[in-house]
């Protein structure tokens, strides 16, 4: 074919789109670079930091804190001591394992809730946000860690009268100061640390949870609170059998004198057998002087003898007593019924576990299902991760029926919920739980399928090629003939060059509004430096 | 396909072409973006009293005992009704660093960097601070050195020296720093005054050489062999104290027209100073002056120092001579009032009339007599406004005696009046006297001279507290200095309340110095407000009729004054560092 001059025209013009489009793809971002670089930079550092904090909690695991289900039995088959002397023992096992926290059994915590007895709704809506506070500062967000503290500790000042565990708040303070410096705000980490050291002036913060500095201020201030000496503390009040706290210690009956207390802040409280009470955060001026408070008991208090929430502290059968009662929650009592059903699927279930995740501050629900296995005992472990929702099998571990490698074989299953927990490996996890029992000579058979092998099995089955030979491959339909390869050539580069031209317009258009069309004025540093020498 | 052809096409293809073109011409044009501004800090040391003889460090690595520099930057509490400090950014640092580098530090205004030095108990051994300083994105690169020295003690002040026979840039070390002035001049001085300015720097003012031996008894006018009639700046920022009045213009030098001593200087704007009164030597006697003298440091050098010229064109000066009065700025009305003093017929003439400066007429006005003549007393504003002035004039001493008695000058429009206030339950003169942040506003008045007869004056240990609203001196809120002195300094922390009582001299003779500072740590909610801490610091060099000037880098500066030397008690030349520890952050 002869080459026109069009022809020639139309081959430059390609090579120069084409061109063109090289050259912008270069230089446009360079001109979005110079108004922008900074946001880029923040941007970037900030989706670091977020990369960083989406797998802070799964990658580096802060200590897992585990709420164990009871363990139950599947079937009719299995005495009901069995699964829960291997829950007993389970329980006993794991939380002796550094590697993770074990909570107290669900029914404990409501008990120990309830004991609380005159325990106010304020008091309690102050532990919610103190567990969530901890959760996040473990979790690594501490700015809302922060946030979260801070509204317990402010809620447990204004009652520090109902406080039960003044420990709460001196751990309180304590993590809110880490929070408050890990996050950046070092005046007010001062300021929290430094009441800490107030009130728990011999404490030895732990290096892996106190940053050196936040341990250097707290040295300082100790330091200071023992300089200073103790003072004595006068409380004189016409209420009756009052009794005296001081930083949740009790002193005594008033009237009373104090004559060891420290230096610093601290919170007298001041209450009668009728309930009626007086509290105050006082500054002690060590250097021997005395202060004298004259409270005066306000509030209509109960005969505590009368109060029929008063607990009793013992417990049937351990902490693997039944949690069947009705004054247990639907979710929960949904929750067990589902999962001792022995076939349950995720999606079912997560909504509970979360709900019982929520209530208890835990991040992982373990429970044991068991289940008779021939001539032996199975049992069936499992865990939930609150963040995610994964729900994952740890390997089974069988138990003769003599029961006599109960030991051995708890200890196994306790070492594999907490390795399997630390890593909650993705081969592991499962989407629906059918734990079967045999039927007549057949052998029981757990099947727990996961999206790989279902996937596998799904292969597995997929239907098998026709043998009917006698099928004659058919021709392929028919198709356009194909064109001239120079044709195609060319509409290639067309494609090319009207690609190119949008990307030329496209970046340039951009490019010109970053470089005229916005501030004009050269980009201001962010701060000033300072090189300071010695 | 014949694309080429089609005019959409190849409008497309010519803008982006003409787009390109602008957009690298605009590439090449685009500005290149502002440096971020570099403050530069060069720390050096003065060494504890730990057995050793204490010395300035260059390397901070080579102070006793520090493992680290804290560094911080804080916008600090600057008044008592303003805001609180806050600790803006901090790094720490291992000293063997020799230095650090903090990038991106937030501008912004009345900042102050500071610095302490920790051992490896985490005790701070030493500290220092900057001035503070303004920063934004069109400031300048500016330097700053600091000196760090042991909280709560005395120190000489040091700057950067280089030795004369040195010729190499680096060969520099610190050195105490003196007043400034040609060689042959004898540089101590006494009876001058120090003013802060806004920036930091301080102004000295006057002052004078004895004759005789020493200051005399307390109450007696001073014997001077020389007054001078310089001004000298100090500057924290290098340490360097510069002679204004001999800056190379010996033809037209910024000097006083007349020499003061025992004087009194108010601030009536950022840089403008106004000299009233004082002692002069004239005629080879010494005698009071009634010269009324403008510093305008916001002026080119050479006319830093004026007079302010009534209507017909005459300078202002006061109606009757007088030193140890006091002279108040009053903003409202741009009056400066001047009250009491030592008259020109000697130790006996205590005045008792009060003028008014008044700036905005150019004249001065003799309002009122006060019920009781008294020189060395101590003067509070009670109110300062356009409804009207009042000031509270307090204590001092009479021909006769030492005063408790208070007056209260109520100014109205052309004149003023004068009302009896609540007297004192100790007759006092030459006391220190600081205002205490509590409601309703109230004075402390500490120590102080109580007797024209005794030897030494008989300084007393007690200190009131006055309420200013009623001018009453409540009963049981008194207490006891560690160490009786007269003539003291007393200053109030602004990190925290407490008040830091520094110099006075005691009981006996000339020789009675009390190196010893005192704390009176604050406690508002007890009666007294104050609890005594004595011993807190002890002067390297001992030194009484010193001024006292609180910076804004937090220490307290003392120059000058009669005190101990090699030679003997002089007239001295040295300024020197109280370190009161008051970081932000810290309280």
Same mark, same amino acid.
């Given at each position: %074919? @002869?080459?026109?001059?069009?022809?020639?025209?139309?081959?430059?013009?390609?090579?120069?789109?084409?061109?063109?489009?090289?050259?912008?793809?270069?230089?446009?971002?360079?001109?979005?670079?110079?108004?922008?670089?900074?946001?880029?930079?923040?941007?970037?550092?900030?989706?670091?930091?977020?990369?960083?904090?989406?797998?802070?909690?799964?990658?580096?695991?802060?200590?897992?804190?585990?709420?164990?289900?009871?363990?139950?039995?599947?079937?009719?088959?299995?005495?009901?001591?069995?699964?829960?002397?291997?829950?007993?023992?389970?329980?006993?096992?794991?939380?002796?394992?550094?590697?993770?926290?074990?909570?107290?059994?669900?029914?404990? %915590?409501?008990?120990?809730?309830?004991?609380?007895?005159?325990?106010?709704?304020?008091?309690?809506?102050?532990?919610?946000?103190?567990?969530?506070?901890?959760?996040?500062?473990?979790?690594?967000?501490?700015?809302?860690?922060?946030?979260?503290?801070?509204?317990?500790?402010?809620?447990?000042?204004?009652?520090?009268?109902?406080?039960?565990? /003044?420990?709460?708040?001196?751990?309180?303070?304590?993590?809110?100061?880490?929070?408050?410096?890990?996050?950046?705000?070092? /005046?007010?980490?001062?300021?929290?640390?430094?009441?800490?050291?107030?009130?728990?002036?011999?404490?030895?913060?732990?290096?892996?949870?106190?940053?050196?500095?936040?341990?250097?201020?707290?040295?300082?201030?100790?330091?200071?609170?023992?300089?200073?000496?103790?003072?004595?503390?006068?409380?004189?009040?016409? @209420?009756?059998?009052?009794?005296?706290?001081?930083?949740?210690?009790?002193?005594?009956?008033?009237?009373?004198?104090?004559?060891?207390?420290?230096?610093?802040?601290?919170?007298?409280?001041?209450?009668?057998?009728?309930?009626? !009470?007086?509290?105050?955060?006082?500054?002690?001026?060590?250097?021997?002087?005395?202060?004298?408070?004259?409270?005066?008991?306000?509030?209509?208090? #109960?005969?505590?003898?009368?109060?029929?929430?008063?607990?009793?502290?013992?417990?049937?059968?351990?902490?693997?007593?039944?949690? &069947?009662?009705?004054?247990?929650?639907?979710?929960?009592?949904?929750?067990?019924?589902?999962?001792?059903?022995?076939?349950?699927?995720?999606?079912?279930?997560?909504?509970?576990?979360?709900?019982?995740?929520?209530?208890?501050?835990?991040?992982?629900?373990?429970?044991?299902? %068991?289940?008779?296995?021939?001539?032996?005992?199975?049992?069936?472990?499992?865990?939930?991760?609150?963040?995610?929702?994964?729900?994952?099998?740890?390997?089974?571990?069988?138990?003769?029926?003599?029961?006599?490698?109960?030991?051995?074989?708890?200890?196994?299953?306790?070492?594999?919920?907490?390795?399997?927990?630390?890593?909650?490996?993705?081969?592991?996890?499962?989407?629906?739980?059918?734990?079967?029992?045999?039927?007549?000579?057949?052998?029981?058979?757990?099947?727990?399928?996961?999206?790989?092998?279902?996937?596998?099995?799904?292969?597995?089955?997929?239907?098998?090629?026709?043998?009917?030979?006698?099928?004659?491959?058919?021709?392929?339909?028919?198709?356009?003939?194909?064109?001239?390869?120079?044709?195609?050539?060319?509409?290639?580069?067309?494609?090319? *060059?009207?690609?190119?031209?949008?990307? @030329?317009?496209?970046?340039?258009?951009?490019?010109?509004?970053?470089?005229?069309?916005?501030?004009?004025?050269?980009?201001?540093?962010?701060?000033?430096?300072?090189?300071?020498?010695? | 396909?014949?694309?080429?052809?089609?005019?959409?096409?190849?409008?497309?293809?010519?803008?982006?072409?003409?787009?390109?073109?602008?957009?690298?011409?605009?590439?090449?044009?685009?500005?290149?973006?502002?440096?971020?501004?570099?403050?530069?800090?060069?720390?050096?040391?003065?060494?504890?009293?730990?057995?050793?003889?204490?010395?300035?460090?260059?390397?901070?690595?080579?102070?006793?005992?520090?493992?680290?520099?804290?560094?911080?930057?804080?916008?600090?509490?600057?008044?008592? !009704?303003?805001?609180?400090?806050?600790?803006?950014?901090?790094?720490?640092?291992?000293? #063997?660093?020799?230095?650090?580098?903090?990038?991106?530090?937030? /501008?912004?205004?009345?900042?102050?960097?500071?610095?302490?030095?920790?051992?490896?108990?985490?005790?701070?051994? @030493?500290?220092?601070?900057?001035?503070?300083?303004?920063?934004?994105?069109?400031?300048?690169?500016?330097?700053?050195?600091?000196?760090?020295?042991?909280?709560?003690?005395?120190?000489?002040?040091?700057?950067?020296?280089?030795?004369?026979?040195?010729?190499?840039?680096?060969?520099?070390?610190?050195?105490?720093?003196?007043?400034?002035?040609?060689?042959?001049?004898?540089?101590?001085?006494?009876?001058?005054?120090?003013?802060?300015?806004?920036?930091?720097?301080?102004?000295?003012?006057?002052?004078?050489?004895?004759?005789?031996?020493?200051?005399?008894?307390?109450?007696?006018?001073?014997?001077?062999?020389?007054?001078?009639?310089?001004?000298?700046?100090?500057?924290?920022?290098?340490?360097? $104290?510069?002679?204004?009045?001999?800056?190379?213009?010996?033809?037209?030098?910024?000097?006083?027209? #007349?020499?003061?001593?025992?004087?009194?200087?108010?601030?009536?704007?950022?840089?403008?100073?106004?000299?009233?009164?004082?002692?002069?030597?004239?005629?080879?006697?010494?005698?009071?002056?009634?010269?009324?003298?403008?510093? &305008?440091?916001?002026?080119?050098?050479?006319?830093?120092?004026?007079?302010?010229?009534?209507?017909?064109?005459?300078?202002?000066?006061?109606?009757?001579?007088?030193?140890?009065?006091?002279? #108040?700025?009053?903003?409202?009305?741009?009056?400066?009032?001047?009250?009491?003093?030592?008259?020109?017929?000697?130790?006996?003439?205590?005045?008792?009339?009060?003028?008014?400066?008044?700036?905005?007429?150019?004249? $001065?006005?003799?309002?009122?007599?006060?019920?009781?003549?008294?020189?060395?007393?101590?003067?509070?504003?009670?109110?300062?406004?356009?409804?009207?002035?009042?000031?509270?004039?307090?204590?001092?001493?009479?021909?006769?005696?030492?005063?408790?008695?208070?007056?209260?000058?109520?100014?109205?429009?052309?004149?003023?009046?004068?009302?009896?206030?609540?007297? %004192?339950?100790?007759?006092?003169?030459?006391?220190?006297?600081?205002?205490?942040?509590?409601?309703?506003?109230?004075?402390?008045?500490?120590?102080?001279?109580?007797?024209?007869?005794?030897?030494? *004056?008989?300084?007393?240990?007690?200190?009131?507290?006055?309420?200013?609203?009623?001018?009453?001196?409540?009963?049981?809120?008194?207490?006891?200095?560690?160490?009786?002195?007269?003539?003291?300094?007393?200053?109030?922390?602004?990190?925290?309340?407490?008040?830091?009582?520094? *110099?006075?001299? *005691?009981?006996?003779?000339?020789?009675?110095?009390?190196?010893?500072?005192?704390?009176?740590?604050?406690?508002?909610?007890? !009666?007294?407000?104050?609890?005594?801490?004595?011993?807190?610091?002890?002067?390297?060099?001992?030194?009484?009729?010193?001024?006292?000037?609180?910076?804004?880098?937090?220490?307290?500066?003392?120059?000058?004054?009669?005190?101990?030397?090699?030679?003997?008690?002089?007239?001295?030349?040295?300024?020197?560092?109280?370190?009161?520890?008051?970081?932000?952050?810290?309280?």
């Amino acid at each position: %074919m @002869a080459r026109t001059s069009t022809h020639r025209c139309w081959h430059g013009g390609y090579a120069w789109s084409a061109a063109l489009a090289v050259i912008v793809c270069l230089v446009a971002p360079h001109s979005l670079s110079a108004q922008s670089s900074s946001e880029s930079e923040s941007e970037a550092s900030n989706a670091e930091q977020e990369e960083t904090s989406s797998t802070d909690g799964q990658d580096e695991g802060p200590t897992p804190e585990m709420a164990l289900l009871p363990t139950h039995s599947i079937g009719d088959d299995i005495s009901d001591l069995v699964p829960e002397r291997i829950g007993e023992m389970l329980r006993k096992r794991a939380g002796s394992d550094d590697r993770l926290k074990l909570l107290s059994s669900f029914r404990n %915590m409501r008990q120990e809730e309830s004991q609380e007895g005159s325990v106010s709704q304020t008091i309690a809506k102050a532990r919610e946000q103190y567990k969530s506070g901890i959760g996040l500062l473990n979790a690594g967000k501490f700015e809302k860690s922060s946030e979260k503290l801070k509204s317990a500790v402010e809620l447990i000042k204004g009652n520090v009268a109902d406080l039960r565990e /003044f420990d709460v708040l001196v751990d309180a303070l304590a993590k809110l100061s880490r929070a408050y410096f890990e996050a950046g705000y070092d /005046f007010d980490a001062r300021k929290r640390i430094t009441e800490y050291a107030h009130l728990r002036p011999n404490a030895e913060l732990n290096p892996d949870d106190f940053p050196e500095g936040l341990r250097k201020i707290y040295k300082r201030e100790a330091r200071k609170v023992d300089q200073a000496g103790t003072s004595t503390i006068a409380v004189e009040t016409d @209420a009756e059998q009052a009794t005296v706290w001081l930083d949740g210690e009790e002193k005594g009956t008033a009237p009373l004198k104090i004559s060891d207390a420290t230096y610093g802040y601290h919170y007298l409280v001041v209450k009668d057998p009728r309930g009626r !009470s007086w509290a105050k955060r006082i500054q002690v001026p060590g250097r021997d002087r005395t202060r004298t408070f004259q409270p005066t008991l306000e509030g209509e208090g #109960t005969d505590t003898a009368d109060d029929s929430r008063a607990s009793s502290a013992s417990e049937d059968g351990g902490q693997q007593a039944s949690e &069947d009662d009705d004054s247990m929650p639907a979710f929960y009592t949904e929750l067990r019924q589902r999962i001792e059903d022995g076939s349950f699927s995720a999606d079912d279930v997560r909504p509970y576990f979360k709900e019982f995740a929520d209530e208890t501050g835990a991040t992982y629900v373990a429970w044991v299902s %068991m289940f008779r296995n021939d001539g032996s005992y199975t049992a069936a472990p499992f865990v939930y991760r609150a963040s995610d929702g994964r729900i994952v099998r740890i390997e089974r571990t069988d138990f003769n029926v003599q029961l006599s490698d109960l030991r051995v074989g708890v200890s196994t299953m306790s070492t594999n919920l907490v390795e399997t927990t630390l890593e909650m490996p993705d081969k592991r996890a499962v989407q629906s739980v059918t734990l079967v029992e045999p039927e007549q000579d057949e052998k029981p058979e757990a099947v727990a399928s996961s999206s790989a092998e279902t996937s596998s099995e799904s292969e597995s089955v997929s239907s098998a090629p026709s043998d009917d030979t006698s099928t004659e491959p058919t021709s392929p339909p028919a198709s356009p003939p194909e064109p001239a390869p120079k044709r195609q050539n060319r509409r290639v580069w067309t494609y090319v *060059g009207i690609g190119g031209a949008v990307l @030329a317009v496209g970046g340039l258009v951009a490019g010109g509004f970053a470089l005229f069309g916005g501030d004009q004025s050269p980009s201001r540093p962010p701060g000033f430096t300072a090189n300071v020498s010695w | 396909m014949q694309l080429w052809r089609h005019a959409p096409i190849r409008i497309v293809l010519w803008s982006s072409i003409v787009c390109l073109a602008a957009g690298l011409g605009g590439l090449g044009c685009s500005s290149d973006p502002i440096p971020a501004p570099t403050f530069e800090f060069e720390l050096f040391g003065w060494t504890p009293h730990d057995g050793n003889n204490p010395r300035f460090v260059r390397k901070l690595r080579d102070y006793p005992g520090v493992e680290t520099v804290n560094i911080q930057m804080t916008r600090p509490r600057i008044d008592d !009704s303003g805001r609180r400090g806050s600790v803006r950014s901090q790094s720490m640092q291992d000293v #063997t660093a020799d230095g650090a580098r903090l990038p991106e530090l937030s /501008f912004g205004s009345d900042l102050r960097f500071g610095f302490d030095l920790r051992n490896a108990d985490d005790e701070i051994v @030493a500290s220092g601070a900057t001035p503070l300083f303004d920063s934004n994105v069109q400031s300048s690169n500016k330097q700053f050195r600091v000196m760090l020295s042991p909280v709560r003690e005395f120190t000489p002040v040091g700057a950067r020296f280089r030795p004369e026979d040195k010729s190499s840039s680096r060969d520099w070390t610190y050195q105490p720093v003196a007043f400034d002035g040609p060689v042959e001049a004898d540089l101590g001085r006494i009876g001058h005054v120090a003013t802060p300015l806004g920036d930091g720097r301080v102004l000295v003012t006057g002052g004078g050489q004895l004759a005789g031996s020493g200051p005399g008894h307390p109450s007696n006018t001073p014997k001077m062999s020389r007054v001078f009639r310089e001004l000298q700046i100090f500057n924290p920022e290098d340490g360097y $104290v510069t002679n204004i009045s001999f800056e190379n213009r010996q033809d037209n030098p910024d000097r006083l027209l #007349t020499g003061h001593a025992y004087h009194d200087v108010v601030q009536v704007s950022e840089q403008r100073f106004i000299v009233t009164g004082g002692l002069n030597r004239q005629d080879g006697e010494t005698e009071p002056t009634r010269a009324i003298e403008v510093v &305008d440091l916001s002026r080119d050098p050479g006319n830093r120092v004026d007079v302010v010229n009534d209507e017909a064109g005459q300078p202002l000066a006061l109606s009757k001579a007088r030193f140890h009065h006091t002279a #108040t700025y009053l903003e409202s009305t741009r009056q400066i009032v001047v009250v009491g003093g030592v008259g020109a017929g000697g130790d006996g003439d205590i005045l008792s009339s009060v003028e008014v400066i008044d700036l905005e007429s150019r004249e $001065v006005r003799t309002v009122a007599q006060l019920e009781t003549a008294r020189a060395e007393h101590a003067t509070v504003t009670i109110q300062d406004s356009s409804e009207g002035s009042a000031l509270w004039v307090i204590g001092g001493r009479s021909a006769e005696s030492a005063l408790s008695s208070t007056e209260v000058v109520q100014l109205q429009s052309g004149g003023a009046q004068i009302n009896t206030g609540g007297s %004192m339950s100790q007759a006092r003169y030459d006391m220190a006297i600081e205002r205490i942040p509590v409601r309703p506003s109230s004075v402390a008045v500490i120590g102080g001279f109580t007797s024209i007869e005794d030897e030494g *004056g008989a300084p007393t240990r007690l200190s009131e507290f006055g309420v200013i609203p009623e001018r009453t001196w409540p009963d049981g809120s008194a207490l006891q200095l560690e160490h009786a002195r007269g003539g003291a300094h007393a200053f109030k922390l602004t990190q925290s309340d407490h008040i830091v009582v520094i *110099g006075g001299r *005691g009981p006996g003779g000339e020789r009675a110095f009390v190196p010893e500072a005192e704390w009176l740590l604050a406690n508002f909610e007890e !009666s007294p407000p104050f609890e005594v801490q004595g011993n807190v610091g002890t002067m390297y060099q001992a030194r009484y009729q010193t001024t006292a000037t609180h910076l804004n880098n937090g220490m307290i500066l003392l120059t000058g004054g009669y005190g101990r030397s090699p030679d003997g008690p002089q007239a001295l030349e040295t300024l020197s560092y109280y370190n009161p520890g008051d970081i932000v952050g810290q309280q």
